[in-house]
Nanobody, 126 residues
Framework: QVQLVESGGGLMQAGGSLRLSCTAS????????MGWFRQAPGKEREFVAV????????SYAETVKGRFTISRDNAKNTLYLQMNRLKPGDAAVYYC???????????????????WGQGTQVTVSS
């Protein structure tokens, strides 16, 4: 089992930047495909980005492509999400998640993931 703890959320003006972190403990971090999801009030949890085990391959939701960057440091057991040019529509609780299945299209779906963090709030003012 792996435990995930997110940090780095907060209040930012539209156009600003935030970097989220997700620290893992419990099992070998590099064994897991890692993803970021977000959930706004009254909406379903949605895929944001995913990264494969060695950090070489990444994929993004169209709504964040070109603005957000997912990365990982396996030596530090940490996943990151650099968020630039934030928009009010980016406001949500952001979750990191982990699974040990193959890095594939199924990684876009929340049901693929076995472990979740508690979430960190991102608020964007216009």
């Amino acid at each position: 089992q792996v435990q995930l703890v997110e940090s780095g959320g907060g209040l930012m003006q539209a156009g600003g930047s935030l970097r989220l972190s997700c620290t893992a403990s419990g099992r070998t971090f590099s064994n897991y495909v890692m993803g970021w999801f977000r959930q706004a009030p009254g909406k379903e949890r949605e895929f944001v980005a995913v990264i494969n085990r060695d950090g070489i391959n990444t994929s993004y939701a169209e709504t964040v492509k070109g603005r957000f960057t997912i990365s990982r440091d396996n030596a530090k057991n940490t996943l990151y999400l650099q968020m630039n040019r934030l928009k009010p529509g980016d406001a949500a609780v952001y979750y990191c998640a982990a699974h040990r299945k193959s890095y594939s299209g199924s990684s876009y779906y929340a049901f693929t993931y076995d472990y979740w963090g508690q979430g960190t709030q991102v608020t964007v003012s216009s």
